[in-house]
């Protein structure tokens, strides 16, 4: 199996975290997806934390690199690692997508 660059994936991993960011921004995003009576205000300081905290992780690990520092080149020699990086990486892409689109679902009133 062709190995897969975690670069790409954190790229845009990062790319979609700064567009919920942005939804979350607009006082209103929210109102159509949830119960009145919830508490939203919490959900895009959670949002931009959890954006924070996956920036240092790729920071930490090099995922934002392209050079021997990289992530990739530091998992070449271990796929298995690798392939699990890639897939939580994917995961975490399509959690990110599904909450971009939320505000585009029908209202959910409980």
Request: net charge neutral.
């Amino acid at each position: 199996m062709a190995e897969i660059p975690t670069r790409p994936l954190y790229k845009e991993a990062v790319i979609i975290f700064a567009q919920l960011v942005r939804l979350l921004d607009n006082p209103n995003a929210l109102v159509s997806i949830v119960s009145e009576d919830r508490d939203t205000s919490a959900i895009g300081p959670a949002i931009r934390d959890d954006c924070g905290r996956f920036k240092v992780w790729a920071e930490n690990v090099g995922a934002h690199r392209g050079d021997r520092l990289s992530l990739d080149h530091r998992l070449r020699e271990a796929t298995r690692m690798q392939h699990m990086v890639v897939r939580l990486l994917e995961d975490l892409i399509t959690a990110l997508r599904d909450g971009s689109l939320l505000h585009h679902r029908l209202p959910y009133k409980s």
